[in-house]
């Protein structure tokens, strides 16, 4: 079984820059990429900001050049790195991850989801 817990939420004045970070922990093998979604109330889950094992990483249009998702040390943590947060930023933030188990079998795991709030 594979864990993922996010942590660095909370309230922050617009403009203001804000860390979240993903840990997965568990059986875990391999991770082929960790990522970061939000869900704003009343609206879809988004995709936010994927890294993939290559070091690829991909973007929602809403979030580039404003948030970077990076690697810990440890190839099972994942930090989102925001600035220049906005109040339409405000949303649940998930973290998943997906690979494969020690067993061989492949897994997608999501954390609990920290809540970000874009507010003066």
């Known amino acids: 079984q594979v864990h993922v817990v996010e942590s660095g939420g909370g309230l922050v004045q617009p403009g203001r820059p804000l860390r979240l970070s993903c840990t997965a922990s568990?059986?875990?093998?391999?991770?082929?990429?960790m990522g970061w979604y939000r869900q704003a109330l009343g609206k879809e889950r988004e995709l936010v900001a994927r890294l993939f094992s290559d070091g690829t990483t991909n973007y929602a249009d809403s979030v580039k050049g404003r948030f970077t998702i990076s690697r810990g040390n440890a190839k099972t943590t994942v930090y989102l790195q925001a600035h220049s947060l906005k109040p339409d930023d405000t949303a649940v933030y998930y973290c998943?991850?997906?690979?494969?188990?020690?067993?061989?079998?492949?897994?997608?795991?999501w954390g609990q989801g920290t809540q970000v709030t874009v507010s003066s």
């Open positions: 998943t991850a997906a690979g494969r188990q020690t067993d061989s079998r492949s897994f997608t795991s």
């Open positions: 568990g059986s875990i093998f391999s991770i082929n990429d």
